[in-house]
Every structure is written in C-alpha cells, then in structure tokens.
C-alpha cells in the first residue's frame, strides 16, 4: 500500500484529502505545520508529500526545500495561489508537480498512479553509460556526471535526461515530455519548462548558448551531443 503524506493547515480539507485517498486504498497521514510535516516524513517515510503553499510558521516553500535536501520523495504541490510565478517558484524549490485547488480527488490519484510509474521507471535491461560531449548519464545508477564530477539532480530531472539522452539529437515536445516522464496526456507544459531550466543551471556553463540541452524554437528541446 503506497503512503501519502499531506501537509496542509485547514483541518477540512486535510481531513477530507486523508479520508479520500484512504477510500482509494492509500496509506494517508496528515500534518498541519511544515514543521510537524517534515518531523513526521523523518519517522517514517511517505511514498509521496502533497504540501499547501501558504502554511502558519514555515511556508510550503521552505517546506520543499527542507524535504528535498535529505529525501528524494515526490512532492505535489495543492495549493488555491495559480499564478504563474508561485507555480515556478514551487517547481523551483523541488516539487514535482503542482495542483490548484479545488482538486478533484480522481485527478489527484492519477497523478499518485504517474509518480509511482516514474518511481519503478528505469527497471529492467542494462543500459549502457550515455555520452553527450563531457556529459555522461548512467540510467542504472541512476548518475549524471559532468566532466567528470557528478552532478546532483532530482529524480524527476534524471527521467526528463534520460528521456532526452534515449533519443539523442532528436526534438521532443513539450507535450511528448510530459507524457513519458509525467506519464500525462495533457496539463501544464511549465511544468517541462521549469524543470529544462533547473537542468541548464546544473549541466550547462551558463556562458552562451547551451551546448547540451537545446531548445527547438516552437517545436520543443532536445539533448545533443
């Protein structure tokens, strides 16, 4: 049975999302504070955090952050704030994925069933190290490394890599991406933008043009060697 860990201020719907994923055969515990939030994720690990963004104390960005430094965990964002700049600065911090509220409870497992596909994605036949110039990715030991010296990425960086690096040379849309590494037929392409982004800011020098991960201007990125 796989855990979900909400942490989210407002006793109603924190109740109401503990009890609907429960109904949907999860594990579902709930926190009201970052704080208690990430002491309980310590105790005991959840297989996925869904965190509001305005919380008492500490908010849902220093929340992330904090779970991202010492956990690998997926993290989805439910949160009423839809402006652009808070779903970027969310996705900046290291959440996964990011939900307006309302949330339909269906959506939300779809989502859950996504992350957990992208979880055991990468089992299977060896693959070979992948070069890219002084970039070199290792899907079975889940490494990027950077001439030479390894590079740390979130899980959901290291899927969009590979995804790229498995189709060398080749332009793969925004939509494409989010369908084989969010396992999504349709939703927010920043989600993609963002994520090329934090990637750039790791595997690129940041002087010029990208030498690795490029953009195809109206058609989407791809990764070249």
């Known amino acids: 049975m796989s855990a979900v860990l909400v942490i989210e201020d407002d006793d109603r719907i924190r109740l109401s999302l503990v009890l609907a994923l429960e109904d949907e055969g999860y594990e ?6 970052a704080e208690e939030g990430i002491a309980a994720q310590r105790r005991k690990p959840a297989d996925t955090v869904l965190v509001d963004l305005m919380l008492p104390g ?6 992330i952050r904090t779970l991202r430094r010492t956990h690998d965990v997926p993290i989805v964002v439910i949160s009423a704030r839809d402006d652009t700049h808070d779903i970027v ?9 990011y939900l307006v509220k309302p949330v339909a409870v ?3 497992t ?3 069933r996504a992350l957990r596909r992208r ?16 970039l070199e990715i290792s899907p079975e030991a889940g490494e990027v490394r950077l001439a030479g010296t390894q590079v740390a990425v979130t899980r959901t960086e290291f899927q969009l890599l590979c995804e790229l690096a498995e189709h060398p040379g080749r332009v793969l849309s925004r939509h494409q991406l989010l369908q084989r590494v969010w396992g999504y037929d349709g939703g927010d392409e920043r ?4 994520h090329v982004g934090r990637l750039r800011q790791k595997i690129e020098d940041g002087e010029g043009a990208p030498r690795h991960l490029v953009t195809v201007r109206g058609l989407g990125y791809k990764l070249q060697r």
């Open 28 to 33: 579902a515990t709930g926190a009201p504070t």
């Open 58 to 63: 500490i908010d849902g960005f220093e929340c």
């Open 89 to 97: 600065a969310a996705l900046e911090a290291g959440a996964d994925d």
């Open 106 to 108: 269906k959506e939300l």
């Open 110 to 112: 779809a989502r859950l």
């Open 119 to 134: 979880a055991r994605a990468g089992a299977g036949d060896e693959v070979p190290v992948l070069r890219f110039g002084d």
């Open 191 to 194: 989600l993609v933008d963002v």
